[in-house]
């Protein structure tokens, strides 16, 4: 079974903190995805990367960055964490294989932000 | 522009209804992946079904069906005889078959309460 793992359930944090939200799978695939969903917007995508140390923006990418030292691991930073930052964040990974699973992407349990 | 409409903001049932969501999306694609997920309270989408394109052919998985028309553009999924346990918000997506990455187009999801 794919396993897509987030550091923290629930997170608080105060303006202006720098926020790191932690996600690792252990299926070996090659991208990696960070979303926020907020309450009648649906997923919106933040960052993707499609390999080891390799980003783009997806369609809300101000003031969140991103790294993938390891194949396993992606991590999105908040800078310097806002109000309107308060939001699901929900990690998602992929194969890039062809085959029955392309383009599946599988998620995990989220983490609940709030920004104070 | 890819686009995916869930009409349906909040369907409730009695338990052992049948519910249909609807899903219709938009896409200048002839090559395409539609999928629906299910986001039960404890937050993480889980993976229902994947269907490609080329193949239209209506599923049935127990007590759920998909119904796929690409002459309405729509991929509507059906639950037969539902059950509380399928409360959840369940998201239909449209994916972007562009390099290697296969973004996923989310809809505004439907949130589904099934009552005693």
């Known amino acids: 079974d794919v396993k897509v793992t987030q550091s923290s359930r629930y997170l608080v944090k105060r303006t202006g903190e720098k926020v790191f939200l932690e996600c690792v799978q252990d299926?070996?695939?090659?991208?990696m995805f960070w979303y926020r969903q907020d309450p009648g917007l649906g997923l919106r995508l933040i960052y993707f990367s499609y390999d080891v140390k390799m980003k783009e923006k997806g369609d809300i990418p101000e003031g969140y960055s991103v790294s993938r030292e390891k194949k396993e691991r992606f991590s999105l930073i908040l800078e310097s964490a806002s109000t309107n930052q308060t939001s699901m964040y929900l990690c998602?990974?992929?194969?890039?294989?062809?085959?029955?699973?392309?383009?599946?992407?599988?998620f995990g349990p989220g983490t609940r932000l709030l920004v104070l | 522009a890819q686009k995916v409409t869930q009409a349906q903001t909040e369907i409730s049932v009695v338990e052992k209804e049948d519910v249909t969501l609807d899903c219709v999306y938009e896409?200048?694609?002839?090559?395409?992946?539609l999928f629906w997920y299910k986001q039960p309270p404890s937050g993480e989408l889980v993976f229902l079904i994947r269907r490609n394109s080329f193949d239209e052919q209506n599923e049935i998985s127990g007590r759920y069906s998909w119904n796929f028309q690409k002459s309405t553009s729509s991929f509507n999924f059906t639950i037969t005889a539902s059950q509380v346990v399928d409360s959840a918000v369940y998201f239909c997506a449209l994916s972007e078959l562009g390099g290697a990455t296969n973004k996923l187009i989310f809809g505004t999801g439907t949130l589904l309460a099934v009552q005693p």
């Open positions: 896409t200048r694609d002839t090559t395409y992946y």
């Open positions: 299926m070996d695939h090659e991208n």
């Open positions: 998602a990974s992929s194969s890039q294989l062809t085959g029955w699973e392309l383009g599946t992407q599988y």
